[in-house]
């Protein structure tokens, strides 16, 4: 079980701003505004309410709550991830095409108009019927990362799109990519990366008996996908580390690009969604949130 108190997240905000003054990005206001804002964060505690508990979910669960609406405009993170990963994709030749934790589909869909031969791969049941109605000409396999139900030596091109920041270990994953990817093939990841390198926030929504539960992100540095990736023959052909575009949300604490209302407090007894919470600190979270970066996008070669 986890525990997500509202001010925990907002004083978390307000403590990787001013760790960010400190070494002299912002001015002498700036810090007297977030200290004052602080104590009147604190004083009336109890109108943020006091949190609540989540269990852990798997992937199946998780994500099987989440199929019918992932595929909403207004995430961010999607639209800057497929701009960096439709490009890599037209860059190579066109043949079998591997989507790993595909998803609704979003990159097998991509890959079909390209001229791929595509097979997906998910554990949610759920995801998966919605893959195979956006693309009708794919092979959909239920299977995990860590076991894809894929021959060797079988593709030419694997696609893993935000979905190693819910692997424990990246090694067993990385070794099934190199498993199934024919030598010269294309591997392209992306994964996304938390305010801050090591943290990741992890995905609270409700499981099949409608109480919370959380599905863990991690939040890795570049270094740890190359200890997985190169002992295995793997070379970096491109890395890239998109940045957020500030401002993270207007002063009312709307984030940039939502087609939707801030969702309101919820009450105690229940983990706060982040987004209702930065309407109450909103120069904060965009200091918290700015430079830093929103995902990490990778190409390699399998070269052995």
């Known amino acids: 079980?986890?525990?997500?108190?509202p001010l925990a997240y907002l004083i978390?905000?307000?403590g990787v701003a001013l760790l960010r003054a400190f070494a002299g990005e912002y001015d002498e206001e700036f810090v007297t505004a977030r200290l004052a804002e602080i104590r009147a964060l604190l004083d009336p505690a109890g109108e943020l309410g006091s949190g609540g508990a989540a269990r852990p979910l798997t992937s199946v669960e998780a994500y099987g709550s989440w199929a019918p609406s992932y595929d909403q405009p207004g995430n961010q993170l999607l639209d800057i991830e497929a701009g960096l990963v439709h490009p890599l994709l037209d860059a190579l030749p066109v043949g079998v095409a591997l989507d790993a934790a595909c998803g609704t589909g979003r990159h097998a869909a991509y890959l079909a108009e390209l001229g791929h031969t595509v097979i997906g791969v998910d554990s949610s049941l759920d995801m998966l019927a919605v893959a195979r109605t956006k693309v009708p000409s794919g092979s959909f396999l239920d299977g995990s990362l860590e076991a894809l139900p894929v021959p060797d030596d079988a593709v030419d091109v694997v696609v893993c799109a935000l979905a190693l920041t819910h692997v424990p270990d990246l090694r067993p994953v990385f070794a099934e990519f190199a498993r199934v990817l024919r030598p010269g093939g294309s591997l392209v990841v992306s994964d996304p990366h938390g305010p801050v390198i090591g943290v990741g926030l992890p995905i609270v929504v409700r499981g099949a008996d409608g109480a919370p539960g959380y599905l863990p992100n991690r939040s890795r540095s570049a270094a740890e996908y190359l200890a997985a990736a190169l002992p295995l023959g793997f070379e970096v052909r491109h890395c890239e580390e998109p940045v957020r575009r500030p401002p993270?949300?207007?002063?009312?604490?709307?984030?940039?690009?939502?087609?939707?209302?801030?969702?309101?407090?919820?009450p105690s007894g229940t983990p706060p969604d982040i987004w209702s919470l930065h309407r109450f600190a909103p120069d904060a979270t965009n200091a918290a949130y700015e430079g830093g970066p929103l995902a990490i996008v990778w190409r390699f070669e399998l070269t052995s």
Request: hydrophobic share 35%; charged share 20%; aromatic share 4%.
């Open 248 to 266: 993270f949300v207007d002063p009312e604490g709307v984030p940039r690009g939502a087609v939707t209302p801030v969702p309101p407090l919820r």
């Open 1 to 5: 079980m986890i525990h997500q108190h």
């Open 12 to 14: 978390g905000l307000e």
